[in-house]
């Protein structure tokens, strides 16, 4: 009887076995879904023995491996060992090769977490596992968002104070096995609530020329951010400058206003309230206003006032008139107002004054006219000489009525006045000439009532001319004319 290579086998094993050389043994292997697994021999002497025999069978089943239509076009290798590629879930299960048994567990790589969803500043840690343990302990590679973020020795990974950019899906896998990663598992990192404040130093209340210092800060120190500053202008915020210090120097009114800090990370902006920064400054020179405008005839009323921008606002207001060398307090307000009288023209000028300091203003004078003594003394002269010309007159009108209540004269009084019986003529005494005798007489030739006028005939018969009360008016403006001129002159 011819023994057939199987039934060599089966003696040559059970000698072994009765020896000791083959033991009976159970092993665990885990491997990922997807990969390859090799279930190993307990002893290369059935290698040896029986190199292309593949006797290896899943649990109870009595087909072999390689006859086995699941497993088809997955088996690489099939002797004393097993080899296997592509690996699925049911395919965990017990496989035995003679008394040789192997557990093969298929599993995937799974993460978790304590917590998904942390707040800025926490720690969190991530742990890749699977359902089995994986032999050899492999290295670990950590993606987020499937990009490599880093890779641990270990199966966890440890975030420490996390911030906005820590955020993203997260997964792992093995070396060896990179394509093989692990499902998603989100981290959303919840904005802290960020508690910005400005703090300023020394004040925010500041002297012009002085200094101050903003300070931005925040409760969660352990963060970085990126920190600018802006300030108010009108409805809109206009950047300044970045850092978390801002250093006004040599501050002056238009750094006044509303200045604020904005912290900038990823997906992170937080802005503070904002802070009121005022700069102090003395009064500007002051203006001076006149009312009325132009030219102030004395003895009318005149109002000064005063004005200059400074804060705090002007407090008081002091009036001065210079006198000489000397000056004269006027008085207090921001306006002040009398009666320009002689010695009221000025120079004026006024002292505004806060908390800061004091300024004055330029120095004013009041351009005016007096009152024209000059127009008194025309208006009176001219009256006067009306008066005593209208009084002469009147006396002789009356002397001749009682001299001549008929209307006749003499001869005598012939050769030395006018004959008139109209009652609108007077007598005046000519023969002392003066200037405003000329001026007159000048003035009568040229209207035809002189030495060469229309009245020769009556100098022809040896009598002089009487002029009427039209000519005394001529005469007495003539004279008062040459009057003001002598007192203007």
Aim: glycine residues 6%; neutral net charge; aromatic residues 8%.
């Amino acid at each position: 009887m011819l023994w057939d290579a199987e039934m060599v086998f089966k003696v040559v094993t059970i000698f072994l076995y009765l020896q000791g050389l083959v033991c009976s043994f159970v092993t665990h292997i885990c491997a990922l879904q997807g990969t390859s697994v090799t279930l190993p021999c307990a002893n290369d002497i059935y290698t040896f023995l029986m190199p292309n025999v593949c006797s290896w069978y899943k649990s109870k089943e009595n087909v072999p491996i390689i006859e086995n239509p699941h497993y088809i076009g997955r088996v690489m290798k099939c002797d004393c060992s097993l080899m296997m590629n592509n690996l699925r879930e049911n395919d965990s299960g017990s496989y035995r090769f003679l008394k040789q048994e192997v557990a093969l567990s298929v599993t995937d790589l799974q993460l978790k977490t304590m917590d998904s969803t942390v707040t800025e500043g926490q720690n969190v840690t991530l742990t890749c596992f699977s359902t089995c343990t994986l032999r050899n302990s492999p290295i670990y590679f950590w993606y987020r968002d499937r990009q490599l973020a880093t890779y641990t020795t270990g199966n966890k990974l440890h975030l420490s104070q996390v911030t906005s950019q820590d955020t993203g899906n997260y997964s792992c896998a093995v070396k060896g096995h990179e394509n093989r990663l692990s499902s998603d598992v989100p981290i959303v990192v919840k904005y802290n609530p960020l508690d910005l404040s400005v703090s300023v130093s020394p004040s925010a209340e500041i002297v012009e020329g002085r200094s101050t210092i903003l300070t931005c800060s925040s409760d969660v120190s352990t963060a970085v951010y990126n920190y600018t500053w802006y300030k108010k202008n009108g409805v809109e915020y206009l950047l300044i400058g970045s850092g978390y210090k801002y250093i006004i120097t040599n501050a002056r009114p238009e750094h006044s206003g509303l200045y604020r800090c904005v912290a900038e990370r990823t997906l992170i902006h937080r802005s503070s309230m904002d802070v009121l920064i005022t700069v102090k400054y003395s009064p500007r020179i002051p203006e001076i206003s006149i009312s009325p405008s132009g030219e102030i005839v004395e003895g009318s009323s005149v109002t000064l006032t005063c004005s200059s921008d400074a804060y705090p606002a002007v407090s008081s207001y002091m009036w001065y008139q210079k006198n000489g060398d000397g000056t004269v307090f006027r008085g207090t307000g921001k306006s002040i107002n009398f009666t320009l009288a002689s010695g009221d023209h000025g120079p004026y000028y006024c002292e505004a004054q806060n908390e800061i300091g004091a300024q004055n203003s330029d120095v004013v004078l009041l351009a005016g006219e007096k009152k024209s003594l000059l127009a008194v003394v025309v208006v009176g002269s001219v009256l006067a000489v009306l008066t005593v010309g209208g009084v002469i007159a009147l006396t002789h009108h009356v002397k001749r009525k009682k001299s001549d209540p008929v209307g006749n004269t003499s001869p005598k009084s012939q050769d030395t006045h006018p004959i008139s019986h109209d009652d609108t003529y007077t007598a005046l005494n000519l023969k002392a000439k003066s200037s405003e005798y000329e001026t007159l007489n000048a003035r009568l030739t040229k209207n035809g009532v002189g030495e060469h006028g229309v009245d020769g005939e009556k100098r022809a018969k040896g009598r002089l001319w009487t002029p009427d009360v039209c000519s005394i008016r001529a005469f007495c403006e003539a004279w008062c004319l040459q009057l003001t001129c002598r007192l203007v002159c």
